[in-house]
């Protein structure tokens, strides 16, 4: 007994073997409990309605901060004070901190994004002035691809506090198309010719019904306005076989698509009229 004693009071530099053997039951005690931890965060987060990626972030960032205090009490069950490193380590990470204020920035939209849900992967949506299909949704940028072909990459930061529009999320978007016709033609006329056009136009929902409406009256032309329902995937097609057709039907029924224009009426000269 006295030996294994003898044995723990052995110096090995400035500790002793029982020291680093309570330090090493020490470290194995700490990584037990941070599994556990672990593991019970994980399904307490699995109850939530949390994005599975925000899950992963939130798990690791408890798994860090659990290992940091692990190497704090270590540390001090070997008799290293850590009040130096500590505050080190806190002026080091105010400086990483000011260095790195837009990536936190986006960092912090991105988990806002996440968990709000305002949009998903295959959303078409419009947002700081520019609108595209999400492609991608990461802790600091989200990328849209626009109708003309181009990858965007928004920074989160903005993204989460400026005013986004989804068009997809509701499972289906209204087209607007307006059309001009003469004074002469019956109101009825022109709304028959615009239903028929809506008839004879693919994909387009019946539930909302579409509907015409005469808008507005101009200078030489009477405004009407059609609107019709689309799926989110099928909105550009019926946007422009729509205007296809409401042109052939006006030509159909006989109804004049009118157009702005100037009528120039010539005077002839009084003097030259006398002369003559």
């Known amino acids: 007994m006295g030996s294994f004693s003898d044995l723990l ?24 409990v941070i599994r556990l931890l672990v593991k019970l965060t994980g399904r307490l987060l699995a109850k939530s309605k949390l994005d599975a990626r925000v899950q992963k972030y939130l ?9 940091i205090v692990t190497v704090v009490i270590v540390a001090e069950s070997l008799d290293i004070h850590m009040t130096s490193l500590v505050a080190l380590l806190s002026v080091g990470s105010l400086g990483i901190t000011l260095a790195a204020e837009d990536i936190l920035g986006n960092v912090a939209g991105g988990l806002v994004i996440l968990s709000s849900h ?3 992967i295959g959303d078409f949506v419009e947002a700081g002035g520019t609108s595209g299909t999400v492609e991608e949704i ?3 940028h989200t990328k849209l691809i626009t109708p003309d072909g181009l990858l965007v990459m928004l920074p989160n930061k903005e993204l989460a506090s400026s005013k986004m529009t989804n068009y997809t999320v509701l499972g289906r978007r209204r087209v607007t198309q307006k059309v001009t016709a003469s004074y002469d033609a019956p109101t009825e006329a022109v709304k028959a010719a615009c239903q ?3 008839s004879q136009t693919p994909n387009v ?14 200078t030489s032309s009477i405004e009407y306005t059609v609107y019709c329902w689309a799926t989110p995937e099928e909105y550009w097609n019926v946007y422009f076989a729509l205007g296809e057709h409401l042109r052939d039907a006006f030509a159909a029924h006989h109804v004049e698509m009118t157009y702005d224009h100037l009528n120039v009426h010539i005077i002839e000269d009084a003097t030259e009229k006398i002369h003559s």
């Open 9 to 32: 009071n052995v110096s090995l530099g400035s500790l002793t073997v029982g020291r680093v053997l309570s330090a090493v039951v020490t470290l194995l005690v700490c990584l037990l």
């Open 59 to 67: 798990i690791s960032g408890v798994k860090l901060l659990l290992y």
């Open 118 to 120: 305002p949009f998903s």
């Open 138 to 140: 990461s802790l600091n």
């Open 196 to 198: 028929e056009g809506l």
């Open 205 to 218: 929902l019946a539930d909302p019904a579409p509907s015409v409406y005469l808008t507005n009256y101009g």
